[in-house]
C-alpha cells in the first residue's frame, strides 16, 4: 500500500487485508510503502502487523516501485490506502493470478463506483479517454487504465524496467505489460468514496496530462508516424491538384500560395516520419521499448547506399527544375517572371531539393543508429 499521510484510513485497510489472508490461509505480508507521512500513518501500519518502509523520493510511482522491490511474496496485490477499495475482496486476483496471468487488472466500470467516490471529469472524461486512448494506442486488453487496485506476478513486472516516479506509473505499468506480451486480464472491483480528511492526492488536470504525455510518448506511430503520414498526404495532394493550374472553389482561387503550404505540409510530414523511426529505434536500443520486428526489416532494406540513392535523385530533380526557372529567368533578361508560372516549378524543385538533402541525412544517422547496436537488434 502506498501511502502519504493516510492516518484516518490505513489501519482499517491493513487490518482487511491481513484477515483477507488469515481467511483464506494464504502466506502473505501486508507492505506500507510510506512516502514522507507527518500523520503518524507508519506507526499506525506497524501497530495494525504492517511491514513499513520508508521512501524518500515523493510520487506514487516512486512508493510503488520501492514497495514491489521490497515485497517478498510471487505475487503483489497493489491497492490504495485511502479506504476506497475493499482488501477483503480479493478472491478473483488471486484466482487468476493462480492462473498464470502476469497482470490482473481491477475494473471500477465492471463492478460499480459509489456515490461520491469519483469526480464526474474523471468518471465520464478522463479515465475513459485516456483509457480509450490506450487501447487505441496500445491494443490493450484493459479498460480501466487508472484502476488503484491490481495484482501481478512480481518478476514478470520487475523485468519490465517501471522507471515512472509520478501517477503516471499506472499507465506505464499496463503499457508495458501489454508491448512485452504479458497475459492480462481484468476482474470487476468496486470503488467506494475515500476517508481522506483532505484533498485528494491526485492533481487531475497535471496527472491528467502526465498520463496523456506517456502515451504518446512511448507510442511514436501515433506522435509522429500517422500525423507525419496525414500531413504528406495531405501536402501531395495540394500539390498534385494545384500544379497544372489554378484551381476555383466557389468564389475563392487558390493559387502558388496554396501550392507553397502543400509543400510545406509534405516536408513537415516527411520530417514527422523520420522522427518515428529515429524515435522507435532509440526506445529499443535503450530499452524502453521491445524490439519491433518491423523496424529489423527496415534496417535490412534500407541501407545507407538506398538511402543515399534516393537522396541523390531527389536533389538531381531539384537541380533540374531550379536550373529550368534559372533558364527562364534568363531568357526574360533577369526580369520579373510571372509567379503564377515559375512557383509551379520552383516549389516543387526546392521541396525536391529539401526532400533530397534530408533523406540523405536521415540515412546517415540511421546507420550511425545501426552501427551502435548491431545485430540482432536492428539487422
Not at 37 to 65: L, N
Not at 279 to 292: H, R
Amino acid at each position: 500500500m502506498p501511502c502519504l499521510n493516510e492516518a484516518r484510513t490505513l489501519g482499517a485497510c491493513v487490518r482487511a487485508a491481513r484477515g483477507y489472508l488469515a481467511a483464506r490461509g494464504l502466506a502473505g505480508e501486508v507492505l506500507v510503502a510510506d512516502n514522507g507521512s507527518s500523520d503518524g500513518s507508519p506507526d499506525i501500519a506497524r501497530t495494525c502487523g504492517a511491514r513499513v518502509i520508508h521512501v524518500d523520493a515523493r510520487g506514487y510511482g516512486h512508493a510503488v516501485r520501492s514497495g514491489i522491490a521490497a515485497a517478498r511474496g510471487r505475487f503483489v496485490i497493489v491497492g490504495d490506502a485511502d479506504g476506497s477499495y475493499d482488501f477483503a475482496a480479493l478472491d478473483l486476483f488471486i484466482e487468476k493470478l493462480r492462473a498464470g496471468y502476469h497482470l490482473v487488472m481491477g475494473n471500477r466500470f465492471q463492478g460499480g463506483i459509489e456515490s461520491g467516490a469519483m469526480p464526474f471529469l474523471h468518471r465520464y472524461l478522463g479515465n475513459p479517454v485516456l483509457s480509450g486512448l490506450g487501447r487505441l494506442f496500445f491494443h490493450s486488453p484493459v479498460g480501466d487504465f487508472h484502476c488503484g487496485l491490481r495484482g501481478f506476478d512480481r518478476a514478470a513486472i520487475q523485468a519490465l524496467g517501471l522507471a515512472a516516479g509520478g501517477m503516471e506509473l499506472a499507465s506505464e505499468m499496463v503499457v508495458k505489460a501489454t508491448l512485452h506480451k504479458l497475459r492480462i486480464t481484468e476482474v470487476p472491483t468496486t470503488l467506494a468514496p475515500d476517508g481522506r480528511a483532505g484533498q485528494s492526492h491526485l492533481r487531475r488536470w497535471r496527472d491528467g496530462w502526465r498520463h496523456l504525455r506517456f502515451l504518446l510518448l512511448f507510442s511514436p506511430r501515433w506522435l509522429f508516424l500517422y500525423p507525419g503520414l496525414a500531413l504528406m498526404a495531405a501536402g501531395l495532394g495540394v500539390i498534385a491538384w494545384l500544379l497544372p493550374t489554378p484551381r476555383q472553389i466557389g468564389g475563392v482561387i487558390l493559387d502558388v500560395t496554396a501550392l507553397t503550404y502543400g509543400a510545406a505540409a509534405l516536408i513537415c510530414g516527411f520530417q514527422a516520419m523520420v522522427f518515428a523511426v529515429f524515435t522507435k529505434v532509440y526506445a529499443i536500443n535503450a530499452g524502453l521499448l521491445p524490439e519491433d520486428p518491423r523496424i529489423a526489416a527496415l534496417a535490412r532494406i534500407f541501407r545507407l547506399e538506398i538511402g543515399l540513392v534516393v537522396g541523390a535523385a531527389l536533389l538531381i530533380a531539384g537541380i533540374v527544375g531550379s536550373l529550368f526557372v534559372a533558364g527562364a529567368w534568363e531568357a526574360a533578361s533577369f526580369s520579373a517572371l510571372d509567379p503564377s508560372r515559375s512557383l509551379r516549378i520552383a516549389v516543387p524543385s526546392v521541396t525536391a531539393l529539401t526532400l533530397g538533402l534530408e533523406t540523405i541525412l536521415f540515412s546517415f544517422f540511421f546507420a550511425i543508429l545501426e552501427l551502435a547496436h548491431p545485430a540482432p537488434r536492428l539487422s
